[in-house]
């Protein structure tokens, strides 16, 4: 408990919030890597991912390297990309490594969105004359927004919680006083700056389920609801005829 306390202290402290090194400079440099990792790894899974979905095809390929990808340690990635770089070009190396670790949820979540979709409803797009760009755009991107908004939010919350290991190559971050606290032995500096990633992970965590709650189609919400009730109003109805 005490140690909670002294972490708050360290947090509020005014000096800590002041200077290029201030936990304002450090969140803003944590928000920027994890913005932009996500962007371009969007840039590069989202159409691919849709590409799977809307033809079919590739999907094994996709779900390996989608696997490879997530069995590689971030930290061991990171060094090597910082090394094949060299240490004038860290944060691109950073930022590939953060990239890497974002595309295989991001191509997941695009390609189950449209994988969930009924087939009988692109059927009856086909039917009614709509091109395959129509279909796509029209009716697949629409009903499979929820499931890529949730693979981004997977996504978002792997590359805020990977990002601290920047502070390991001096770019900065919320990892920057985990790190240095470690090595000061002030561990009151290392639970604030761990406060710090939890609740970043948490906001960003619940306006993206937010904006993927809003993304299900209305019809699609109520038949959702219509069935659990439908089937309480069953359960109940058989209830009392056992009665």
Not at 156 to 169: G, R
Request: proline letters at 3%; glycine letters at 10%; charged letters at 15%.
């Amino acid at each position: 408990m005490n140690l909670l306390v002294e972490a708050f202290k360290w947090l509020f402290a005014p000096e800590q919030w002041e200077g290029k090194d201030g936990v304002h400079a450090l969140l803003g440099q944590h928000l920027l890597f994890t913005l932009l990792s996500i962007v371009i790894a969007g840039i590069i899974a989202i159409p691919v991912g849709w590409a799977i979905g809307h033809t079919g095809k590739g999907r094994e390929i996709a779900v390996a390297a989608a696997g490879v990808a997530r069995a590689v340690p971030s930290f061991g990635l990171l060094i090597l990309l910082v090394l094949l770089f060299g240490v004038t070009h860290k944060p691109a190396a950073a930022l590939v490594a953060f990239v890497v670790l974002a595309i295989p949820s991001l191509l997941a979540g695009a390609y189950t969105g449209f994988e969930a979709i009924d087939r009988k409803t692109v059927d009856a797009a086909r039917a009614m004359g709509m091109t395959e760009w129509q279909i796509l755009l029209k009716v697949e991107i629409p009903l499979g927004l929820s499931l890529l908004l949730g693979g981004i939010r997977a996504a978002t919350l792997q590359v805020v919680a990977t990002v601290t290991i920047a502070a390991y190559v001096n770019l900065g971050g919320l990892g920057l006083p985990i790190i240095t606290g470690l090595n000061l032995r002030r561990f009151d500096m290392v639970l604030g700056g761990a406060l710090m990633v939890a609740v970043l992970a948490l906001l960003l965590d619940l306006l993206l389920a937010l904006a993927q709650k809003a993304s299900v189609p209305r019809g699609l919400g109520f038949s959702k609801t219509t069935t659990k009730k439908h089937k309480a109003e069953h359960s109940k109805a058989e209830d009392k005829e056992l009665t």
